[in-house]
């Protein structure tokens, strides 16, 4: 299950909704069938990718999804195995999300970065046309150090 921590005094929940994003739990290999249908249309349901992700080399982990950055489209993603950091920028400051196996993680416009923290298997999906890609904008958001968590 996600772990979530963002700004005291703040419903952290509701201000990530409000930012774009959302995570839930999904029992088994990959994200609710009604979940994808909620955010995706009839044509974008599909696995765009498989992907195995790795912890970045060191000095390298504010590059690529370790910047600060929006996407273009709608994801709906799933963590298949592995362990990871995720920060989603909040209007009180900024959120982090410990994500894990079986956690969904959905982001529609949030402002965010991820950071691997072992090897990871995701099954990512997106909007827009079968040859989109996400669309990635890096926001130029300062490369703070990344939380430390527990292991």
């Known amino acids: 299950m996600a772990i979530i921590s963002g700004p005291d005094g703040v419903d952290v929940d509701a201000a990530l909704r409000a930012a774009g994003a959302s995570f839930v739990h999904g029992p088994g290999d990959d994200a609710p069938a009604d979940l994808i249908a909620e955010?995706?249309?009839?044509?974008?349901?599909?696995?765009?990718?498989?992907?195995e992700v790795q912890p970045p080399s060191a000095g390298e982990e504010h590059a690529g999804m370790g910047a600060w950055h929006v996407n273009a489209v709608d994801e709906v993603h799933f963590v298949r195995s592995g362990r990871g950091v995720l920060q989603v920028v909040l209007p009180h400051g900024i959120c982090t999300v410990e994500l894990e196996p079986g956690?969904?993680?959905?982001?529609?416009?949030?402002?965010?970065?991820?950071?691997?923290?072992?090897?990871?298997?995701?099954?990512l999906r997106w909007s827009g046309p079968a040859d989109a890609d996400l669309g990635a904008r890096e926001t130029g958001r300062a490369a703070d150090p990344w939380p430390a968590l527990g292991s």
Do not use: I, N, S
């Open 103 to 123: 956690d969904v993680m959905v982001v529609r416009g949030a402002e965010h970065r991820y950071l691997p923290l072992a090897p990871q298997q995701w099954v």
């Open 39 to 51: 955010v995706l249309g009839p044509d974008e349901r599909q696995v765009r990718a498989v992907v």
